[in-house]
């Protein structure tokens, strides 16, 4: 499957992981909107939030949140941060490879664009 977060999965393509465990991979997005701007994606390819299947809702996504909570510790986000899923074209998806983009260390405006 030519998807470029598998990819980066089995380190085929070169990224700064942040942090890595049997199901959820983060490392630094290549064009960081915020100071920190991180993708935690679970290995297993899931091309949207949409497309999750019951295993992924009640397994996976809380792996994917206990990461996330766990690398603002470690990142010192402790002012907040944002974590934001885009899904599909309207949601302005650009890798059909479910990840949650985690912003900090700046304050976020609302409403985004
Ligand atoms: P989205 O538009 O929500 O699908 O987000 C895709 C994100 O992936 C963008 O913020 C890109 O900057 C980021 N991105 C694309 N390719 C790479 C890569 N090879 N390594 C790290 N981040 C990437
Ligand atoms: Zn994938």
Aim: charged share 25%; aromatic share 6%.
């Amino acid at each position: 499957m030519d998807c470029i977060f598998c990819k980066t999965v089995d380190k085929e393509i070169e990224t700064q992981v942040i942090f890595e465990n049997e199901q959820v991979l983060a490392f630094e997005d290549i064009n960081p909107q915020a100071p920190t701007h991180l993708l935690v994606i679970p290995k297993k390819h899931i091309p949207n939030i949409q497309e999750m299947d019951m295993d992924d809702k009640q397994q996976l996504l809380p792996e994917i949140f206990r990461a996330i909570q766990h690398i603002a510790e470690e990142q010192d986000l402790d002012k907040g941060y944002r974590v934001v899923t885009n899904c599909k074209d309207n949601g302005g998806q650009t890798v059909n490879h479910l990840h949650f983009h985690l912003l900090g260390g700046r304050h976020m405006q609302w409403p985004p664009g």
